[in-house]
């Protein structure tokens, strides 16, 4: 039965109630209409409309919880659905279409933004090669002719030749901190363990100290390393930038079934401020693996970001003691940070 012709039955069943008791009851109507008439006249159009009314609220109740649904639902936290258990008819079709149509929905974004990241992964890398093998190159053979000119000059010329070799340097190491940040060579050569240390080391500042714990042997994939990555990245980057904060901690361990990575640091906190894009990335990327991204206010103060990514099946690979590591400060000048090209 189609909805229309439910709710004409519905009706169509309170009038025929309202019919067969004026026809069958006491009740009669003159002319004038006398008060006692009115009164009872009045009392059966209020029962039949509050009958009506509650006959129609039971019946349309599930396409409420629909448009609510509609309303709420976030394709960046995927997985929530309307049980159409219980519901025939016209109305259990309209839930299950729409579940169906959230599964679409839900299955092309997620290919979508594979690609996407795909694409801009395989832009990064290629901005970084050519920074390096070109701008990098070039940059070096700079500083080798100004060695050889600023041998030869004369010495008033020979300082200001030493401060542009300098200053010339300082930018070689500047590209080459912008290229490993583009394409993270050592997650590739090294693994993650030591990606991510030397990324808290890059991140240790005079003004910031970022203390970091991870576990080795963490058995993930590729994608999943990349993942996880990425995510500590955006969000050290996020509290060298925003946050204002002193220290900050990066760990990664395995957590029962899966891998949790958690960045939490003792800034400013996030307030009110709307996700931006970054947070929104981190998102995408998550979803990406199958991973959970849960961000809120740390204890004691701050921000906590905490990164569940799922084993694959597998043999698990056995626990090794975990010794937190020192904050290493890197060895140099260190120069500021600026911001991250995407």
């Known amino acids: 039965m189609t909805l229309f012709w439910r709710v004409f039955a519905l009706n169509a069943a309170v009038f025929t109630a309202a019919m067969l008791g004026l026809m069958l009851g006491p009740v009669t109507v003159s002319a004038p209409v006398v008060r006692t008439e009115v009164l009872i006249l009045a009392g059966g159009l209020a029962a039949m409309l509050v009958t009506n009314a509650v006959l129609l609220r039971v019946g349309l109740r599930p396409i409420d919880r629909l448009i609510r649904a509609m309303a709420t639902i976030d394709l960046t936290r995927p997985g929530h659905r309307l049980a159409a258990a219980g519901q025939a008819g016209p109305i259990g079709d309209l839930i299950r279409t729409f579940n169906a149509m959230l599964d679409r929905l839900e299955a092309e974004r997620a290919a979508s933004t594979a690609r996407a990241l795909t694409a801009q992964e395989a832009e990064r890398q290629r901005i970084a ?45 500047e590209i080459r901190r912008i290229a490993r940040r583009l394409r993270p060579g050592v997650l590739e050569e090294l693994g993650l363990t030591s990606a991510l240390k030397a990324l808290a080391g890059e991140f240790t500042t005079g003004g910031l100290v970022v203390h970091h714990s991870v576990e080795r042997h963490l058995g993930l994939g590729r994608d999943a390393e990349l993942v996880l990555y990425r995510v500590a990245q955006e969000c050290l980057t996020n509290t060298a930038r925003h946050a204002g904060a002193r220290h900050a901690r990066l ?49 004691g103060g701050g921000t906590e970001v905490r990164l569940r990514v799922p084993l694959p099946d597998g043999p698990r690979v056995p626990d090794e003691p975990r010794v937190p590591d020192e904050p290493r400060v890197p060895d140099g000048p260190r120069v500021p940070l600026r911001e991250e090209r995407d």
């Open 129 to 173: 090669q050519e920074l390096h093998d070109e701008i990098g190159q070039t940059l070096t053979a700079v500083l080798l002719e100004l060695k050889s000119v600023a041998d030869t000059a004369p010495p008033p010329l020979r300082a200001r030749l030493r401060q542009v070799q300098e200053t010339t340097r300082n930018g070689l190491d």
């Open 251 to 299: 760990e990664v361990a395995r957590r029962g079934t899966g891998i949790e990575l958690r960045v939490r640091d003792d800034g400013r906190g996030l307030g009110g401020a709307a996700e931006g894009s970054g947070i929104g990335g981190m998102r995408e990327r998550a979803l990406l693996i199958g991973a959970d991204l849960t961000i809120g206010p740390a204890a």
